[in-house]
C-alpha cells in the first residue's frame, strides 16, 4: 500500500511531453529544457544564445508561425493555472526570439498582482498600465525601450488595489487595437488563470493562448483547468508549452540536441 500511494503521488505530476499528450488533446506547442548556467536569468535567449534553452524557444518560434498565418499582428497571451511555473520566463523569451529575427515586438505585463518584467528587464515600473487606464500616460509614454533590438515594453505601473477592476476598463481593449496598428506581435503576460480571473478577459482576443507547465511541480490536474476553460468560455486556440524538463526527456526536434 505504502509503494502504490508513493506511486499515486509521483504519478499526479506531468514530467515529460508523453505524460502531457496521454492526457489532452491540445496541441503543445514547444518543450523547455531545466538550466543550470541560466540560473535566475530571465533573458536566457539573449545571454545564452547557443544553449538549449535558445534553441528551444527558436522551435516555438517556429511553430508560432504556422498559427494565425494571415493575420498582420498577432495577440499572443501567456498564463498558467499557478505561480512559479515559468510563464513570465517564457513570455520574456518568447518576446526576444521572435526580436531576433526582426520581427517587431511588444511584451505587455498585464500580471497587476505580482509583476516581474521590470525585474527581468532592470526597468524602472514607474510608468505602464495601471497609468494609461486612468489617463495619466498616453501610449508613448508607457512604452519602454529594451537592451534587446526590435523589442519593447509596457509595465504594469504603479501598484493600485483595483487591479482587477482596471483590467475590464473599456481602455484596455483601446490599448489592443493601438498597438495592433504599430506591432507585429503583442504578448500579454497575465496572473494564472488558476488564481485569478484577468487572464480570461483577453484569451477571447488572443490569436494563441499558451498555458505554461512545469515538469515535476505542474499536477496533472492543472491540464483539467485549461479543458475547462475551452469548455465552459469557449476560448479556443490554446497551446501547452512544458517548461523545465529534464534533458534526457526532451524529445528530437525540441532543441535537444543544441546544449552548450
Same mark, same amino acid.
Given at each position: 500500500?505504502?509503494?502504490?500511494?508513493?506511486?499515486?503521488?509521483?504519478?499526479?505530476?506531468?514530467?515529460?511531453?508523453?505524460?502531457?499528450?496521454?492526457?489532452?488533446?491540445?496541441?503543445?506547442?514547444?518543450?523547455?529544457?531545466?538550466?543550470?548556467?541560466?540560473?535566475?536569468?530571465?533573458?536566457?535567449?539573449?545571454?545564452?544564445?547557443?544553449?538549449?534553452?535558445?534553441?528551444?524557444?527558436?522551435?516555438?518560434?517556429?511553430?508560432?508561425?504556422?498559427?494565425?498565418?494571415?493575420?498582420?499582428?498577432?495577440?499572443?497571451?501567456? =498564463?498558467?493555472?499557478?505561480?512559479?511555473?515559468?510563464?513570465?520566463?517564457?513570455?520574456?523569451?518568447?518576446?526576444?526570439?521572435?526580436?531576433?529575427?526582426?520581427?517587431?515586438?511588444?511584451?505587455?505585463?498585464?500580471?497587476?498582482?505580482?509583476?516581474?518584467?521590470?525585474?527581468?528587464?532592470?526597468?524602472?515600473?514607474?510608468?505602464?498600465?495601471?497609468?494609461?487606464?486612468?489617463?495619466?500616460?498616453?501610449?508613448?509614454?508607457?512604452?519602454?525601450?529594451?537592451?534587446? +533590438?526590435?523589442?519593447?515594453?509596457?509595465?504594469?505601473?504603479?501598484? =493600485?488595489?483595483?487591479?482587477? +477592476?482596471?483590467?475590464?476598463?473599456?481602455?484596455?481593449?483601446?490599448?489592443?487595437?493601438?498597438?495592433?496598428?504599430?506591432?507585429?506581435?503583442?504578448?500579454?503576460? =497575465?496572473?494564472?488563470?488558476?488564481?485569478?480571473?484577468?487572464?480570461?478577459?483577453?484569451?477571447?482576443?488572443?490569436?494563441?493562448?499558451?498555458?505554461?507547465?512545469?515538469?515535476?511541480?505542474?499536477?496533472?490536474?492543472?491540464?483539467?483547468?485549461?479543458?475547462?476553460?475551452?469548455?465552459?468560455?469557449?476560448?479556443?486556440?490554446?497551446?501547452?508549452?512544458?517548461?523545465?524538463?529534464?534533458?534526457?526527456?526532451?524529445?528530437?526536434?525540441?532543441?535537444?540536441?543544441?546544449?552548450?
Amino acid at each position: 500500500f505504502l509503494l502504490v500511494f508513493i506511486k499515486g503521488m509521483f504519478y499526479n505530476y506531468i514530467n515529460t511531453k508523453d505524460e502531457l499528450k496521454d492526457i489532452t488533446d491540445l496541441s503543445i506547442i514547444g518543450v523547455i529544457g531545466k538550466s543550470k548556467e541560466a540560473g535566475d536569468e530571465y533573458l536566457v535567449v539573449d545571454k545564452f544564445p547557443q544553449s538549449q534553452i535558445a534553441e528551444a524557444f527558436r522551435v516555438i518560434r517556429t511553430n508560432l508561425s504556422y498559427f494565425a498565418p494571415k493575420v498582420k499582428s498577432k495577440i499572443l497571451l501567456v =498564463t498558467s493555472s499557478v505561480a512559479g511555473e515559468g510563464k513570465t520566463f517564457c513570455a520574456v523569451n518568447i518576446a526576444t526570439t521572435l526580436a531576433k529575427a526582426k520581427k517587431k515586438v511588444i511584451l505587455v505585463d498585464l500580471d497587476l498582482h505580482k509583476p516581474k518584467q521590470a525585474n527581468a528587464f532592470n526597468l524602472h515600473n514607474d510608468v505602464g498600465i495601471t497609468s494609461y487606464v486612468v489617463g495619466k500616460a498616453n501610449l508613448n509614454q508607457i512604452i519602454k525601450d529594451t537592451a534587446i +533590438e526590435n523589442l519593447q515594453i509596457i509595465l504594469t505601473g504603479p501598484r =493600485t488595489p483595483n487591479a482587477s +477592476e482596471l483590467i475590464v476598463d473599456p481602455m484596455m481593449d483601446k490599448l489592443l487595437e493601438e498597438l495592433k496598428n504599430l506591432y507585429e506581435y503583442i504578448i500579454i503576460d =497575465t496572473p494564472p488563470v488558476g488564481l485569478l480571473s484577468d487572464a480570461l478577459v483577453f484569451m477571447k482576443h488572443a490569436d494563441l493562448n499558451l498555458y505554461v507547465l512545469k515538469a515535476g511541480y505542474s499536477k496533472r490536474d492543472f491540464v483539467d483547468i485549461a479543458h475547462q476553460i475551452t469548455e465552459k468560455n469557449d476560448i479556443k486556440h490554446i497551446s501547452f508549452i512544458l517548461n523545465n524538463v529534464n534533458a534526457k526527456n526532451i524529445p528530437a526536434g525540441y532543441g535537444g540536441g543544441y546544449y552548450a
